[in-house]
């Protein structure tokens, strides 16, 4: 079974750190590119960032730009989101998420499955 | 930056009727675009992509259309768990652009 587990969530302050982690399993994790999606509590999905399944090419929403880190070991089959600078506003929950592949073809930019997300509260 | 506008916010049905879904983007996405089913306390579930393909075990009931800025998702006939929220979604490869529309929340009249 497809499993995606996220953890690190918790309470910050702002100007704060905080590291996420996404544990993988029943796939193969290396060949799957990845991604991050946030939710903010009561509010739509926001993209963050992604990553290829080698960890060669990156991408990050424009609001996390030089803020956040996304990274990947493939040994370990875990995924990893570095966010730094933290502001109230990226208070939500993080989901990881693997880009879709079906029937042998992967599509980049659509997202399933997803894990069940960790909550980042950003408070003073 | 690609907007999505979803409509209406809340559509209040019975079980066994057909739901309509909207979704208009603010310039064309081409067939780009997916929905996505949310359930309260859950993560959410990709139901269709490229505009009219059903992912992997997702019933028949739901579907699909449009293209360019005007999209449908269409419930043929409501099933109880079928209450839930529901997002459109674009990709744009490059520049990467993965935006969400703000969702429509499917309620049991």
């Known amino acids: 079974e497809v499993q995606l587990v996220e953890s690190g969530g918790g309470l910050v302050q702002p100007g704060g750190s905080l590291r996420l982690s996404c544990a993988a399993s029943?796939?193969?994790?290396?060949?799957?590119?990845m991604n991050w999606v946030r939710q903010a509590p009561g509010k739509g999905l926001e993209w963050v960032s992604y990553?290829?399944?080698?960890?060669?090419?990156?991408y990050y929403a424009d609001s996390v730009k030089g803020r956040f880190t996304i990274s990947r070991d493939n040994a370990k089959n875990s995924l990893y989101l570095q966010m730094n600078s933290l502001r109230a506003e990226d208070t939500a929950v993080y989901y990881c998420a693997s880009t879709f592949c079906s029937g042998g073809s992967c599509y980049s930019g659509w997202f399933d499955p997803w894990g069940q997300g960790t909550l980042v509260t950003v408070s003073s | 930056e690609i907007v999505l506008t979803q409509s209406p916010a809340t559509l209040s049905l019975s079980p066994g009727e057909r739901a309509t879904l909207s979704c208009r983007a603010s310039?064309?996405?081409?067939?780009?675009l997916a929905w996505y089913q949310q359930k309260p306390g859950q993560a959410p579930r990709l139901l269709i992509y490229?505009?009219?393909n059903r992912a992997t075990g997702i019933p028949a009931r739901f579907s699909g259309s449009g293209s360019g800025t005007d999209f449908t998702l269409t419930i043929s006939s409501l099933e109880p768990e079928d209450f839930a929220v529901y997002y459109c979604?674009?990709?744009?490869?490059?520049?990467?652009?993965?935006?969400f529309g703000q969702g429509t929340k499917l309620e049991i009249k």
């Open positions: 490229d505009a009219s």
């Open positions: 990553i290829s399944s080698s960890g060669s090419t990156i």
């Open positions: 310039q064309s996405v081409s067939s780009y």
């Open positions: 029943g796939f193969t994790f290396s060949s799957y590119e």
């Open positions: 979604q674009q990709r744009s490869n490059w520049p990467p652009e993965y935006t």
